[in-house]
């Protein structure tokens, strides 16, 4: 059974950082790809950024990219969202997903199937 555990959001000031963790358990191989999501209230959920836990290569929405970063540490089944030089507009509820499979390009949430519970990220001063 895959779970996905979500961590590290909170309130950060216009320019600040944050790390969002994603721990997933369930997988009996690395060929997986975790995507990360938000959701703004009373807007869609928009992917944010994917990695391929097999290999690391990650992918960004234009929004973000030069923003975000994405890593992972494979030893301990934990993926990472390094949030820098946020804005008001990055507030958001953030999920992690899972899809197996190594994924070559960001793909609508429809597409995983295994989601994390959300963390609330707001950007305010």
């Known amino acids: 059974q895959v779970q996905l555990v979500e961590s590290g959001g909170g309130l950060v000031q216009p320019g600040g950082s944050l790390r969002l963790s994603c721990a997933a358990s369930?997988?009996?191989?690395?060929?997986?790809?975790i995507g990360w999501f938000r959701q703004a209230p009373g807007k869609e959920r928009e992917g944010v950024s994917c990695?391929?836990?097999?290999?690391?290569?990650?992918y960004y929405a234009d929004s973000v990219k030069g923003r975000f970063t994405g890593s992972r540490d494979n030893a301990k089944n934990t993926v990472y969202l390094h949030l820098n030089s946020l804005k008001p507009e990055d507030t958001a509820v953030y999920y992690c997903?899972?899809?197996?499979?190594?994924?070559?390009?960001?793909?609508?949430?429809?597409?995983?199937?295994?989601w994390g519970q959300g963390t609330q990220v707001t950007v305010s001063s």
């Open positions: 997903a899972a899809v197996r499979g190594a994924l070559r390009r960001l793909v609508p949430s429809r597409n995983y199937d295994y």
């Open positions: 369930g997988f009996t191989s690395d060929y997986y790809t």
């Open positions: 990695i391929s836990i097999r290999d690391g290569i990650t």
